[in-house]
């Protein structure tokens, strides 16, 4: 591909406004930079919304990523409130919900993910998912009222919203369709000692339980489970992860599966690149394909596909990271490092899952591929270069007992 003179990046959050900053960064890319994003808000971030935002200890114009003077310097062709319809890749254009049609010479795919939602949801009052800064606000005007509060999903962003309800005094169950909370990232033993961290605060955990639908008036009033019983509330937030959001993208000729499907340098085309929860690339670490929703994954990720666009041709290098990711619930810090899944075998490393202080690790065919901490993130930090380079499990365990 030659040298673009048009970058259309679709997705105005963190990746895509951390993308265009890499391409401007030191001068070079000066051609013409549209930035379109489906929000009518400057770019901002996530990661507070179901934390410090929703707890009311920040308002909305401190989640700004950058203020909004200093993301006009980049000078680009700022498209907020427009959502992206389709994309014709012979003509290399992006429709947009306007009626506009964007030209590009190269694309970036920054269209993060959507909420899923529980099928046969009923339209009532006090039903939310959360995923933006309007997400947040409402749910925190909700909160303000005293609600008896019920959370569906206990992975990061469902236990985080349990965790602020909570601590504001509420009435608050916790519904989990498997074993324990976290036990798709963490397993289940780690996953038990999250849900027991929960109940000490005096949340109501109800894990192995599905939801069967809701009832209410104008207004939710219970949730309906399974089994027959329901769960009394006025407010319900459901937090059962994200899908990839490429609707817009369907018929365009890219390959989509959980994602778009990429090369390990981050390609899906000639020209066309994805970063974010949207990409499904190859990481040589892991030896795997995987799509990372994680905010330090999009800051890495983001630079290196602008540096790869601009490459010499045959320049362009793969994507390699370690994931990581932290959640705040109460007074413990969970973070996590690798791709651990709920079928690798895990050990404590150090600490213990009574303290609430611990380090586990996680192996997959010999080979660590993951740790996670509650309360010790500088032992955990020692593991990274030993998933970095694919460590075999004794040395990573000969590691532990020399740390001690």
């Not at 998912?129 to 019920?150: K, N």
């Not at 949730?223 to 009394?232: F, I, M, P, T, W």
């Not at 000729?253 to 990409?279: F, K, N, Q, S």
Request: proline letters at 6%.
């Amino acid at each position: 591909m030659p040298h673009p003179d048009r970058i259309v990046i679709v997705g105005a959050s963190l990746g895509g406004l951390r993308t265009a900053q890499a391409l401007r960064g030191r001068g070079k890319f000066e051609g013409t930079i549209t930035l379109v994003g489906a929000e009518p808000h400057y770019p901002y971030d996530r990661p507070p919304l179901s934390k410090q935002v929703l707890a009311g200890e920040w308002g909305p114009e401190r989640t700004l990523l950058d203020p909004p003077d200093k993301v006009d310097e980049l000078g680009l062709d700022l498209r907020l409130g427009a959502r992206a319809e389709g994309l014709d890749l012979e003509a290399r254009e992006v429709a947009l919900s306007d009626g506009e049609r964007v030209g590009f010479d190269s694309l970036i795919i920054a269209t993060g993910a959507t909420p899923r939602r529980l099928p046969n949801t009923p339209d009532l009052a006090g039903i939310y998912t959360l995923r933006t800064i309007d997400d947040s606000m409402r749910i925190r005007a909700e909160l303000a009222q005293g609600p008896r509060v019920a959370v569906v999903g206990a992975g990061f962003i469902g236990a985080e919203v349990a965790a602020v309800a909570r601590s504001a005094g509420l009435e608050v169950t916790l519904i989990e369709a498997l074993p324990a909370p976290l036990a798709q990232a963490a397993g289940v033993e780690v996953g038990e000692a999250c849900a027991a961290m929960h109940r000490s605060h005096g949340v109501d955990v109800r894990c192995d339980t599905l939801v069967a639908g809701f009832e209410g008036s104008e207004r939710v009033e219970r949730v309906v489970l399974a089994d027959g019983s329901s769960v009394e509330a006025d407010l319900v937030v459901v937090g059962i992860g994200v899908a990839p959001e490429t609707r817009w993208l369907e018929g365009s000729g890219l390959e989509l599966r959980d994602g778009v499907v990429c090369d390990a340098t981050c390609a899906a085309a000639p020209g066309i690149y994805a970063v974010g929860d949207v990409c499904r690339w190859y990481n040589p670490i892991f030896e795997e394909e995987m799509r990372v929703e994680h905010w330090t994954n999009v800051i890495h990720q983001s630079r290196h596909v602008a540096r790869n666009l601009l490459a010499e041709p045959g320049e362009a290098r793969p994507f390699a990271s370690v994931p990581y990711v932290w959640s705040d619930q109460y007074d413990a810090s969970i973070q996590s490092l690798g791709h651990p899944t709920a079928d690798d075998e895990v050990e404590i490393l150090h600490g213990s899952l009574e303290s609430l202080e611990f380090v586990a690790g996680y192996q997959r065919n010999g080979i660590i591929v993951g740790g996670l901490t509650f309360n010790m993130p500088q032992q955990l930090s020692s593991y990274r270069p030993l998933i970095e380079q694919r460590t075999p499990w004794e040395a990573a365990l000969e590691h532990a007992e020399a740390m001690g």
